[in-house]
């Protein structure tokens, strides 16, 4: 038995997801629905990982800020918000252009019997105001990683005044190495973890394929198929940006596919941050710059989802036998990267940023209804070129500090 543990743990562990994925679609298949008793097992996957999201960005941030100046930072994050926003755009380009290719749902009929109740749409403001925590206490309790980031951002800058003044100058040090010795057990926590991933990996593959089995895949495979298509296309793009700016794409994706096999399994860009964090890490990156790009990336970039929402606007659009002119494909650039970037951090986001959209361009509800259907299977892949496009932001945007920053990385 001590052999065998003594194998698992020395074995690769891109291999060991590897093999949990292939386990976890059979077990699906062969049990079905009946694969829900493994639930448990991919709960505890997703708490662990929960468990360090709030750590992680707040020791690697704070510690981040202290190995760059503030006008450093300030220039970092300019450039990260900006190519997220741009990068949103791009997705939904793209998306548009593959399905205008494809034209999914087309001789669809649609069932008027099926409704679906849409989440309020808290908007840009409330997203941006909630950057500022009414209540640090609150910040942390709901996983408000705008208001996370703050919090780091400006205890991170008050240590760094600390150390840098001659009255504080001893207290502000001892500070810094309490976070900084926080950060690095939450890191060591964080390489335990990694050996329960592929079992956790296992059990929400079998659960899911379980119980979306392959009558759904059928019946809307042409809007699965087309939105996958897509994603590869968006894939492709990152690949040609990574070269452009001379950044190895094997050796990105050999740090990269951990957390985007994790997150195209428990479908959630938040809760991959551990891992994604962590590929970051393990590419070198600065933390100054990966502590803040990579939280924020998780609540407002969504590539994958921006996808999503083009693919199913031309999905909706052809069902009603009312294809998108292009006027209309400008309004969901123009309102899909808004409602990427407003809907962010809240619960069944796809869901409303797809409806916010359909209600812009008069396209009918029930065919959200209908997307609900496939959400897990077209939510997977979405969500693993989320963190991919989070990660790719990170090393272009360090390649343009000129390399400056690698001398604040630390391992």
């Not at 403001?125 to 996983?143: D, G, H, K």
């Not at 950044?247 to 479908?267: D, K, L």
């Amino acid at each position: 038995m001590k052999s065998l543990w003594r194998g698992y743990l020395n074995t690769s562990l891109i291999v060991k997801i590897t093999v949990a994925l292939v386990l976890g679609i059979a077990a699906g298949l062969i049990f079905g629905k009946d694969a829900s008793f493994l639930s448990p097992l991919g709960d505890i996957l997703i708490r662990l990982l929960k468990f360090l999201i709030i750590p992680l960005i707040l020791f690697t941030l704070m510690v981040g800020v202290n190995q760059t100046n503030v006008s450093k930072l300030s220039r970092m994050g300019g450039k990260t918000f900006l190519y997220y926003l741009f990068s949103s755009a791009l997705a939904i380009v793209v998306g548009i252009s593959v399905a205008s290719i494809f034209n999914p749902g087309t001789g669809m009929t649609l069932d008027t019997a099926e409704k679906f109740e849409v989440p309020e749409n808290p908007g840009v403001t409330s997203v941006l105001l909630n950057i500022i925590p009414e209540n640090i206490v609150t910040a942390f309790t709901e996983m408000n990683f705008l208001g996370i980031i703050f919090t780091a951002i400006v205890f991170g800058i008050a240590i760094s005044y600390l150390r840098s003044s001659t009255e504080h100058h001893e207290l502000g040090e001892q500070v810094y190495k309490v976070v900084n010795g926080l950060n690095e057990a939450t890191l060591a926590i964080m390489k335990v973890i990694l050996q329960y991933v592929p079992i956790g990996i296992f059990a929400i593959m079998a659960v899911t394929v379980g119980k979306q089995g392959l009558d759904t895949l059928l019946s809307l495979g042409n809007m699965i198929l087309v939105l996958y298509i897509a994603l590869f296309v968006q894939i492709a793009i990152y690949i040609v940006a990574l070269l452009i700016f001379k950044i190895s794409p094997g050796s990105f994706f050999a740090q990269a596919r951990t957390p985007m096999i994790t997150a195209f399994v428990t479908q959630s860009s938040s809760g991959t941050l551990p891992l994604t964090l962590n590929a970051a890490k393990n590419l070198g990156l600065p933390k100054s710059l990966y502590g803040f790009s990579l939280p924020l990336g998780a609540t407002i970039n969504m590539d994958g989802a921006a996808i999503r929402i083009a693919v199913s606007a031309v999905f909706a659009a052809n069902v009603i036998g009312n294809p998108l002119s292009l006027t209309d494909m400008l309004v969901v650039v123009l309102v899909g990267t808004m409602a990427s970037i407003g809907t962010a951090g809240v619960p069944g986001a796809g869901i409303i940023m797809i409806a916010t959209v359909f209600a812009q361009l008069g396209l009918p509800m029930e065919t959200v209804a209908l997307l609900t259907a496939i959400d897990a299977l077209v939510g997977m892949g979405c969500t693993a070129l989320n963190v991919t496009g989070d990660l790719v932001g990170t090393s272009i945007i360090d390649k343009t500090e000129n390399g400056d920053n690698h001398e604040a990385a630390s391992v």
